[in-house]
DNA sequence: GTGAAAGCGCTAACAC
DNA sequence: GTGTTAGCGCTTTCAC
């Protein structure tokens, strides 16, 4: 049960081994009826080019390396975030027949910009995928920038100026879930930021403002509370907002961990919701399905975005010229229970 | 910028390329003062072996295959499970410069034995770890055994016979929960089962079982509810127990998304948690610390029995020949608020 | 203990 | 259009 060879398929096909080489690479100069023959021998003989010889001979590698912030390293659940991503670049992987090098670290340790060097080099990765938030910190940008190794950025509602990323509209998204909400009567619609070096944060807070003026209502600073995208920080916030005297009737948090908290921050206070205030969040996760009541929410396309990122770095590897530096994959908004008609 | 090779550390250190073969590889038969000078080479010029060529020419990969039932696929949570097994795996392929080959996979499809075989024929790594509940299908398990691959299974709860298993102490674990809730002065202690090709239910349930006996409680039939696993059939079970006319007084359900589901339920039935009914999960997923109130559960030991297999798989491939087939890692409870006192 | 030589299975020039 | 010839950077005999 010995593995075929290139030389087996090009003795049982009566060609040389470049003309199979040809083939499989799927270059031009063969005559159809040769590449015919060669492809039922291959078909016959179950051939597989071998990995290791082809990445020796051609001189790199077919791996995209994938780096994102260890979700295990903190109490937040993203791990669903990851898994998507994942699953978005593997199915780019399998259908260009690519691998997929994973590569969870910690942003906060010192020697971060070595590790992720040392990683490329090692590897040899044709391209990496950096994901939120640490396609927003320079240190960590300007470490794989050093390689020379293509890289995307994965940013929620951030284009990209001269570099290559893949965004949403999460700016757009924003302001149509504001608008959803004043559609709904509500008139005290409060926001609650996320970390400030999370720059998805900062474009879902103008969105926010955008929705607001599109729908005639005015801003007041008061209803915008300070998170940290943490359940702990979105509690607290929400915690301030419900005992504001003119309490707001919709909170809108930049983040479905903070509108858990909310969520949470509301059912201690005896605060019903939707009756009594209307929560959103953004980003979908898991949790956001099972809490009770279910969680309005904005869905980012998270696996079509890594799936989009990895095809463009797949493009760039063969030269093929990429038509554009930046990409838009659109969100869309999940409606719940946890929104309704606002209070009279 | 040149990546060093083989050959010019063995001009730097002045010996032959096989010797640096030889340091590399850490193989005998090389003097102490011959060795320490070709670390030295190895060290200055920042040589890493080309992996590939190595490869190549040693006739096998150095990747290790993780196969898991895709989350994505579902509406349930278990990305958590994914990212701490990658987790272990990592630390485990780091450690001994291996890698991880990742696939998550629909284990309903009707090709998966064949597409698990292409995927293993293909990429040809030395081992694969199955997790949970892949590893008790003995579809896949026989697909993955056709190949002649060695291969872990990662069961909780359950050792394996002649293959290669890392499991937990599930059942002794579940007992100790269930003592757990008999020392607080529980009588009425109810179980959620879950999903029956779900191997790690039989020995929860046996755990349970076991627990009841050792705190001298009798066991009713009525007091265990069938589940499959997810939220929604938890929230059923709950349901069911908790319109009871001798409702129970804590309930222990076979994994957290059900234990969420029963306090769902309990949540609309208005019965308080934990003062008229304490509430037991287990895996401790994400979601049991934003429960509310917090979930009472048993962590399973993931990553580090992914490591372990990872570890195992290792020992195979270097022939080392390992110090036995299966291994126990022993998960712990983690008491949170969903539990208290039994009422009145 | 150490080294020379022969591949591993493929791609990349460059012939023809 | 197709084939020939060198390598890619390692490991593996087998000498010494």
Same mark, same amino acid.
């Given at each position: 049960m010995h593995k075929a060879t290139i030389d087996d398929v090009a003795e049982l096909a009566g060609v040389s081994i470049k003309t199979v080489s040809r083939v499989v690479n799927q270059e031009p100069n063969v005559r159809d009826s040769t590449r015919a023959r060669v492809e039922k021998a291959i078909a016959k003989l179950n051939y597989r080019p071998n990995r290791s010889a082809r #990445? $020796?001979?051609?001189?790199?590698?077919?791996?995209?390396?994938?780096?994102?912030?260890?979700? /295990?390293?903190?109490?937040?659940?993203?791990? %669903?975030?990851?898994?998507?991503?994942?699953?978005?670049?593997?199915?780019a992987c399998r259908a260009a027949d690519y691998e997929l090098l994973i590569h969870p670290c910690n942003y906060r340790a010192k020697r971060i910009g070595g590790e992720l060097q040392a990683l490329i080099e090692h590897a040899r990765p044709i391209g990496i995928i950096l994901a939120a938030p640490l396609s927003n910190m320079p240190r960590i940008v300007s470490a794989i920038e050093a390689t020379g190794t293509p890289f995307v950025r994965l940013s929620p509602g951030k284009r990209g100026g001269k570099q290559y990323t893949v965004a949403t509209n999460d700016r757009e998204v924003s302001a149509q879930m504001t608008r959803y909400l004043a559609s709904l009567g509500h008139k005290r619609i409060a926001f609650i930021k996320g970390h400030p070096s999370h720059k998805a944060v900062a474009n879902r807070y103008l969105g926010y403002l955008d929705g607001l003026k599109q729908s005639g209502l005015t801003f007041s600073k008061r209803l915008v509370g300070d998170g940290e995208n943490s359940?702990? /920080? *979105?509690?607290?916030? *929400? #915690?301030?907002?419900?005992? $504001?005297?003119?309490?707001?009737?919709? @909170?809108?948090?930049?983040?479905?961990?903070?509108?858990? *908290?909310?969520?949470?921050?509301?059912?201690?206070?005896?605060?019903? @919701?939707?009756?009594?205030?209307?929560?959103? %969040?953004?980003?979908?996760?898991?949790?956001?399905?099972?809490?009770?009541?279910?969680?309005?929410?904005?869905?980012?396309?998270?696996?079509?975005?890594?799936?989009?990122?990895?095809?463009?770095? @797949?493009?760039?590897?063969?030269?093929?010229? &990429? %038509?554009?530096?930046?990409?838009?994959?659109?969100?869309?908004?999940?409606?719940?229970?946890?929104? *309704? &008609?606002? &209070?009279?």
């Open positions: #990445n $020796l001979a051609s001189q790199r590698s077919h791996l995209i390396g994938l780096i994102y912030d260890d979700p /295990s390293a903190y109490e937040i659940p993203s791990a %669903g975030y990851v898994i998507r991503m994942q699953l978005g670049v593997l199915r359940f702990e /920080s *979105g509690e607290a916030a *929400g #915690n301030r907002l419900l005992r $504001l005297k003119r309490r707001p009737t919709a @909170i809108f948090a930049a983040n479905d961990d903070m509108a858990a *908290g909310v969520i949470r921050a509301a059912d201690l206070l005896g605060v019903k @919701i939707p009756d009594q205030v209307s929560v959103a %969040g953004c980003d979908d996760i898991a949790l956001a399905r099972q809490l009770c009541p279910t969680l309005t929410t904005i869905r980012q396309p998270l696996a079509t975005m890594a799936e989009r990122a990895a095809l463009l770095l @797949i493009e760039v590897a063969q030269k093929t010229i &990429p %038509g554009q530096l930046s990409e838009v994959v659109p969100a869309t908004l999940q409606i719940r229970e946890s929104t *309704g &008609p606002a &209070p009279e």
